[in-house]
């Protein structure tokens, strides 16, 4: 462990809207120094939003950030909106923001579903990327998918695994993510809901290595319907990639360094899939951190992160090829 921490709590020094089209209008927010290098955030879920802790990972005196929520989630409109919102719509949106904050490149930050955003990204437009670094990477392989929706997570928490199921008809626990899918389009808003903490509830038990909260599957509010559904949304179409895009398209990634974070015991994204990726992404530092799981908040990980964005913002920002 490197003892680096996360950095004092700081607010926007500028807060926006932007509108990407479909009706679709995103929350952004600049924070740090506005003469800093620069770097964006990608938050997880998808569907989860960017939240206050996240600025906290990068040195507000080096850095100038941009945190935005994607389309549906947190504070952008329409919460939980499903029309135009796939991968290719997310990757145009981060390169909209790039042009509006008027950077040439930027470091790009994400985590879990961000990782995957950020991979995306950075196959898409890789002379945009100074740098990359990633926190349990997720590619949308169907074996990953399966792991964790199908059978592999399930047998280290059957219990858990159970209430995830609770809502579901003996017939439709062969296919979970198709069976959710219609719970949570039902037009009864109380199936909806009950869906959508079932939903939520089996990954936020998981994503600690000390497990998550276990209070009993319930209702859920308007934040965590959104959630469930986009992410749902997206599980349900193989996030709208082809099967091993990510992995295959690496190769795109030459050039740009970067680092991987991940938790020896992470159970929602194993590490079979990031020592993949470091393997066909030479330039990756690959740091695995033996007491955590899949959270960024979990001693170890933090601190890697944090050395991380320390260690970019501190080296010469990557020349144009």
């Not at 850095?63 to 145009?92: C, I, K």
């Not at 047998?155 to 609770?166: E, K, V």
């Not at 439709?172 to 199936?191: E, S």
């Amino acid at each position: 462990m490197n003892g680096a921490k996360p950095y004092p709590a700081i607010e926007p020094y500028r807060t926006g809207r932007l509108a990407v089209g479909d009706g679709h209008e995103l929350y952004w927010e600049l924070c740090g120094d506005p003469r800093g290098r620069p770097a964006v955030f990608l938050h997880g879920g998808p569907g989860s939003g960017s939240a206050p802790h996240h600025r906290r990972l990068f040195d507000p005196k080096r850095y100038n950030v941009l945190l935005f929520d994607q389309r549906g989630a947190g504070r952008s409109t329409p919460l939980g909106g499903l029309q135009a919102n796939t991968t290719e719509h997310l990757v145009a949106d981060i390169e909209r923001l790039r042009e509006m904050v008027g950077a040439e490149r930027w470091l790009v930050f994400g985590g879990s579903w961000g990782a995957t955003l950020a991979l995306a990204y950075a196959e898409t437009y890789p002379e945009r990327v100074d740098a990359l670094v990633l926190r349990g990477v997720f590619t949308g392989r169907r074996t990953e998918i399966d792991w964790f929706y199908r059978g592999g997570a399930n047998l280290m928490f059957p219990d858990h695994w159970a209430d995830f199921l609770q809502p579901l008809g003996e017939a439709d626990r062969g296919d979970p993510v198709a069976a959710y899918n219609r719970l949570l389009a039902d037009p009864d808003p109380a199936i909806r809901q009950r869906a959508a903490a079932a939903w939520s509830g089996w990954e936020r038990r998981l994503v600690t290595l000390r497990g998550g909260p276990a209070g009993r599957v319930g209702t859920a509010g308007p934040t965590t319907a959104a959630f469930a559904a986009i992410e749902n949304h997206y599980v349900h179409n193989a996030l709208f990639l082809a099967e091993g895009q990510l992995l295959a398209n690496a190769g795109r990634l030459a050039g740009i360094p970067g680092t991987i974070v991940q938790g020896r015991w992470d159970v929602v994204t194993p590490a079979a899939t990031s020592h993949a990726l470091a393997k066909a992404w030479p330039e990756a530092d690959y740091r695995v951190v033996e007491s955590a799981g899949h959270a960024f908040t979990e001693a170890g990980i933090v601190e890697e992160l944090v050395a991380a964005t320390d260690r970019f913002a501190d080296s010469n920002r990557r020349e144009p090829s």
